[in-house]
């Protein structure tokens, strides 16, 4: 048996040395694939809150902010950070607890009321993250009889959240009915089968073509489920998201979506749908069960973010017409801008050097927006994403197009 004593010899520890160097090596040899590949993803520090207007280190005043999820301007909206401060004031830093021990407080059952009610669904169980959502939800839905139908370019998370199913997986091409037709038929030996799409897919802001995708489902006997990050609280007349938007609310099953964008920006997840589902989940899925429950400030933000939607469509529909001023004048100047009217545009470039080139140049002039390369998008398709945020002016836009125009001359994108 090895004594502690030999372990602390030079003997023991000199292969663990070696071992250490050979997987220090290794690293730094992945490392320096993504630098010369031009793929390497840099962090900046913004000294501010979030918002139109931040502070980022290393540059100098005031730079406008292109590159949020912040759709309706709630991250610092004064309401929303009074309720988390009451939250944090009244229920304390956080719960020490997942749900099921003692990590249920009244204001997470009054949250998901609320956010039942807003997506009019049966019952909504959170998660610490829509990822987390995402990788709960098909393990504990889907057994080895049945099948999954999923859009390829779907979020890493639920592609992550598949995997750990053990349902037969068939996956179509991107928002194709053809193709999602195909796999029905192939799949119809399934006992239940789930088509699984982002309601808007975050690299393109392109809007899956949900009325085909429920005709479709309806016609094979399928359920629907759909990812509504990219569009939950400004999406469709009263901000409920796509399936407002295209009309096919009572014909969607089941719901994804994030406390971490339009509605408020701090953190947390979830799933709307039948009560059956939502009760099962509470018992079986594994990120709501092994992780701790969402802290009360978090809690008190995203509530109050919801009740402010609740009480008015007015919030929901202020993004759009800002959307459609960037759209329209970068589209003029001569810059390629993915999707239709989504507050999501990716000004497309291809090479992800010249997209990462432009980004610091932009930053150079104020504004701070972020390339994006693979593999967050495929190869050759490297672009800048723009996020239109309702808390930006028309100013704020306006100084945005002319410093991509000027950003875009120098390298040559446009003439
Ligand atoms: N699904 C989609 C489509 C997303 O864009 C994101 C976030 O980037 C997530 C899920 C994960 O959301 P969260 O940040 O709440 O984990």
């Not at 071992?19 to 390497?40: D, N, Y």
């Not at 900046?44 to 207007?53: E, L, V």
């Not at 100084?399 to 000027?406: E, G, H, K, N, T």
Request: aromatic letters at 6%; charged letters at 20%.
């Amino acid at each position: 048996m090895t004594s502690s004593k030999d372990l602390a010899t030079p003997y023991a520890t000199l292969p663990f040395c070696q071992l250490q160097k050979l997987a220090r090596s290794v690293l730094e040899h992945e490392l320096e694939t993504i630098r010369t590949g031009g793929t390497w993803k840099g962090e900046r520090i913004i000294t501010s809150k979030q918002g139109p207007h931040i502070n980022v280190d290393g540059s100098r005043g005031d730079i406008l902010n292109f590159c949020a999820n912040n759709y309706l301007g709630l991250s610092s909206h004064p309401q929303v950070v009074e309720a988390g401060i009451e939250a944090l004031k009244k229920y304390g830093a956080g719960l020490s607890s997942v749900r099921f021990i003692c990590g249920t407080q009244d204001i997470h059952k009054d949250l998901e009321q609320k956010l039942a009610k807003f997506h009019e669904r049966e019952e909504c169980i959170l998660y610490a993250s829509c990822f987390d959502a995402n990788a709960g939800l098909f393990e504990v839905l889907l057994g080895p009889d049945d099948a999954v139908l999923s859009d390829e370019l779907n979020h890493a998370s639920i592609i992550d959240g598949i995997r750990l199913c053990r349902a037969k997986r068939f996956r179509y091409k991107h928002m194709d009915l053809n193709d999602l037709e195909t796999q029905l038929k192939q799949s119809q030996s399934s006992r239940m089968r789930l088509v699984v799409t982002d309601g808007v897919f975050s690299m393109d802001g392109d809007v899956a073509p949900l009325k085909g995708i429920c005709d479709l489902a309806e016609q094979y006997g399928a359920l629907v489920f759909i990812d509504e990050c990219h569009a939950t609280g400004f999406m469709g007349p009263r901000g409920r998201g796509t399936d407002e938007l295209l009309g096919v609310m009572d014909r969607v099953h089941i719901v994804n979506s994030t406390l971490g964008k339009a509605l408020g920006g701090a953190a947390g997840g979830y799933t709307v749908g039948p009560k059956p589902l939502i009760d099962l989940l509470r018992q079986r899925s594994r990120p709501y069960l092994f992780s701790n429950s969402l802290p009360p400030p978090v809690v008190g933000c995203a509530t109050r973010a919801v009740e402010l939607l609740l009480a008015s469509n007015e919030i929901a529909q202020s993004v759009g017409a800002k959307t459609m001023r960037f759209r329209n004048k970068m589209t003029e100047a001569g810059f390629t801008i993915s999707g239709s009217a989504h507050p999501i545009c990716p000004v497309m470039l291809g090479d992800a050097r010249l997209a990462s080139l432009m980004a610091d140049d932009m930053l150079k002039l104020g504004v701070y927006v972020i390339g994006f390369s693979y593999p967050v998008v495929p190869k050759g398709k490297a672009r800048i994403r723009v996020q239109i945020s309702a808390a930006h002016t028309d100013q704020d836009i306006d100084r945005a197009v002319d410093a991509f125009i000027q950003t875009g001359r120098k390298h040559g994108v446009v003439s």
